[in-house]
């Protein structure tokens, strides 16, 4: 089977700027990247990864993720990066003479036209003005706050459950309520829309029950880049409860088969998004 099949495939036009130099035609490409992340729910409502982690983490009722999770914070920056990988914005510097390590390869910006989401916009700007770039590891800890250099800390993403949770209500999934606990007041998103939750939670146990998820030059992106950063996240198992103990058995399973591949070779292959296999590693490092 031809690793290119079903693929969009990009046509290049070259063009030629005032100084005789070569510039590519990126609004095409822009177009066709932000296409392939609409065509995914053509009819339905339609989420970034990091809205879909976001949402796996929420408890229904109480509109808030889990106190004892620390781990969602780091899963959603790396949910920025991979959607930005995938709309074609960033990409990793070449690997060179000396084959560079993912971890070791800097954040390259490919193309600077606006996503039209907020926070992959804000997080794109800022790494169009680093010079000189920066490692996927590093983008996670700056865009995190998660770092001792205070000069790297204006790179901080702020409030981006709370962004993103916003993000939700307007796409009337959840509400917005106040709750009081004890000693302070807090703003909450309970759950309306019991069926996107309901289809995103299918979603990733059917992708972690597939078998094809494993054979992951065939396999989609987004369903492959949703159940690692789910997992990187520690909301992972608020999908896979519902499923029989044979089913839960299996999903991890495979869950566990893509966290032993080698994400070198992986991000090696031609088609690959290397922006995700970088963030993989810096996960499971």
């Keep these: ?9 990009r046509k ?27 065509d995914g729910d053509s009819k339905e409502t ?3 990864l990091m809205e879909e982690v976001l949402l796996l983490g929420l408890k229904d009722k109480e509109g808030y993720t889990s106190f004892w999770n620390d781990c969602i914070s780091s899963g959603l920056r790396g949910c920025i990066l991979i959607e930005l990988g995938l709309r074609g914005r960033i ?24 996503t039209g989401d907020v926070l992959l916009d804000e997080a ?21 706050g998660e770092t001792w250099n205070p000069m790297k800390l204006k790179y901080q993403l702020k409030n981006v459950r709370e962004r993103l949770a916003k993000n939700l209500v307007e796409k009337g999934v959840l509400t917005t309520e106040k709750q009081n606990f004890l000693l302070f007041d807090m703003t909450t998103h309970p759950l309306t829309d019991n069926v996107i939750k309901c289809r995103l939670v299918k979603k990733v146990q059917e992708a972690a029950l ?10 989609d992106k987004r369903s492959l880049a949703l159940l690692m950063l789910a997992h990187s996240a520690d909301v992972l ?3 896979f409860a519902p499923l029989s103990d044979e089913d839960y058995e299996l999903a991890t399973r495979r869950v566990r088969a893509l966290l032993d591949l080698d994400f070198e070779a992986e991000a090696m292959r031609p088609d690959a998004c290397d922006i995700m296999w970088a963030v993989f590693a810096a996960f499971t490092k």
Excluded at 127 to 143: A, G, N
Excluded at 210 to 219: E, N, P
């Design 124 to 144: 794109l700007k800022h790494m169009k003005d680093t010079d000189p770039p920066e490692t996927v590891q590093s983008w996670i800890e700056y865009l995190s």
């Design 210 to 219: 597939r078998r094809s998820i494993t054979d992951v030059a065939h396999a």
């Design 237 to 239: 198992e608020n999908a």
């Design 12 to 38: 290049h036009v070259v063009k030629e700027n005032s100084d005789g130099s070569l510039k590519e035609n990126q609004e095409s490409d822009d177009k066709k990247n932000d296409k392939i992340f609409d």
């Design 1 to 9: 089977m031809n690793r290119t099949e079903g693929l969009v495939q």
């Design 46 to 48: 339609r989420l970034t």
């Design 91 to 114: 990409e990793l510097e070449r690997a060179g003479m000396r084959r560079k390590g993912l971890l070791s390869r800097k954040v390259i910006v490919k193309h600077d036209t606006p």
